[in-house]
């Protein structure tokens, strides 16, 4: 491989990656299988990541800081899952720098039988974004940390020297989406690789996994808030309907006024004339119920049916 | 219903007072609420932290792309407003979302290429660099039996719906044809049983009927039909072939077939039967009935005993 020489801008940027769950508990753990698969597509995408293992809950972020130090890696992708529902991702600039939340949304892995491209493992992405990173601050800072984050540098040993595919970011909805292309022909002829997911920002702290917010996103809206809309949403409906009912109740239970009797109601009432009292003396003939009558000859000829055929078993 | 925060615990009665005397409450339920959140954005503190934190690496090293999409082939040059517009995608709308990242990816592509080239930066895999990839091969094999499954399956319902609708038309189609042809036999059997009849000694009906069955322009356009699909062809097979003449003597209608006298004086005076070549046992065409040898090569066979001997007796 060509180019191997460790030049000065090397091994300095390394990323890493956790995962949370809680180790302890006898309950099951909070990360699904989904998101296990995502952390692996994201290590083979990058090869100049390490990974780490779970942390325990009950510590507190900040010691993320220190185990990157210890691993020798100055960014961090770390996943925290809630609810065993909601995937939160942190991305992080470890000693000093910046941090930012996101929810992550729609993921879809590597293995989905869609994603029909392949790509060199470890080979060195081409990053694209979207105009409307450069129009706003928050966004310009974001994306500073995505390229130092996802762009593998020139020369790694792990990497290879090929360009191949691209990463795409685009900011639409007010969310970041994440898409992976495979570079087939000089003509930019595209077919996606894979995993794709949206990123949903909560906030930018100034310090790495904490320290003053710097930014925080009016459109955000937490999924437990985004759940518990809906739910009342249609609580409501029922709320309103037996409102409703009460109030009919009530009503049919109020005493009813009175109303005189107007003599004036009565002049165009005219009694009906005095039909002619008819006594019969014979009795009338039975109707005939013609259904009745065909079901009684149905229910019969059934039964004629099923002693033939015990008796033909017989 | 609406939903209101009652948190009104939070204000004091004296404030309540005086809200009242200045005239700011109004008769109802008075509840606190909110105002909208803000949001923290602290521009200033982004643009220093940026600043802090950004790293001036070559452009090799980040190989990054700001781009907008690919604008659509059909559209032309439009000013910018309506641009802007345009790029106004429907985040609902899949497809579009989708195409429209894909076309941001192939701008970025387009315009980093050349550059790469330039930075000798390889972008096509030689034949024969064999690496390992990013899914495997096992996966890969799985995609591509989906892919064909897929379109084996999409082919087989266009077939057969093809031929579903094939073997409509076809029915529809051959119906039509039967008929026409059922219609075009009976006129043409009619015509002909008229002329044979003595109905009618024209014969007209061959190269078109003048007098319409049916007095519609469609009858007599179809008269025009017949005589065009029968013309000479027709003509000649009803009146001259021998093989037709016969055959209607023989079928044809008029009279009794069977059972007529035989040796009758015309019987015996028609010699029309009478063929010079078969009497002489000349002129037979099939191979391998006259023998072993072929010596017969257009000349004549041996004569018989009495014209040998009608032959001596001249000589």
Known sequence: MPGLQMS???????????????????????INFRTRHLMQDLRTLMPHSKADTKMDRKDKLFVINEVCEMKNCNKCIYFEAKKKQDLYMWLSNSPHGPSAKFLVQNIHTLAELKMTGNCLKGSRPLLSFDPVFDELP?????????????????????????????????????????????????????????????LNLIKIFQGSFGGPTLYENPHYQSPNMHRRIIRSISAAKYKEKQQVKEVQKVRKKEPKTLVPHDPTADVFVTPAEEKPIEIQWVKPEPKVDLKARKKRIYKRQRKIKQKMDSGKTK | GSDSDSDNSLVTDRELQDAFSRGLLKPGLNVVLEGPKKAVNDVNGLKQCLAEFKRDLEWVERLDMTLGPVPAISG???????????????????????ISFYRQAQAAVLAVLPRLHQLKIPTKRPTDYFAEMAKSDQQMQKIRQKLQTKQAAMEKSEKAKQLRALRKYGKKVQTEVLQKRQQEKAHMMNAIKKYQKGFSDKLDFIEGDQKPISRDKKAGAKGQQVKKRLGVLGCWSALHSAKRRYKNQKFGFGGKKKGLKWNTRESYDDVSSFRAKTAHGRGLKRPGKRGSNVSEQGAQKRPGKRTREKMRNRT
């Not at chain 1, 000065?8 to 909070?30: D, H, I, N, Y």
């Open chain 1, 138 to 198: 928050h966004y310009a800072l974001l994306k500073e940390l995505l390229i130092q984050i996802f762009s593998t540098p020139r020369y790694h040993p792990k990497s290879q020297p090929f360009v191949d595919h691209v990463f795409t970011f685009t900011i639409l909805d007010n969310r970041i989406w994440f898409r992976n292309f495979q570079i087939i022909e000089e003509d930019a002829a595209l077919i996606e690789i894979g995993p794709r997911f949206v």
């Open chain 1, 8 to 30: 000065g801008a090397l091994p300095r940027r390394k990323w890493r990656r956790k995962r949370e769950t809680v180790s302890q508990a006898p309950f099951a753990r909070g």
């Open chain 2, 76 to 98: 032309s040059e439009v000013p910018t407003s309506q641009n802007k517009a345009q790029r106004a995608v429907n985040p609902e709308d899949d497809f579009q979302r989708e």
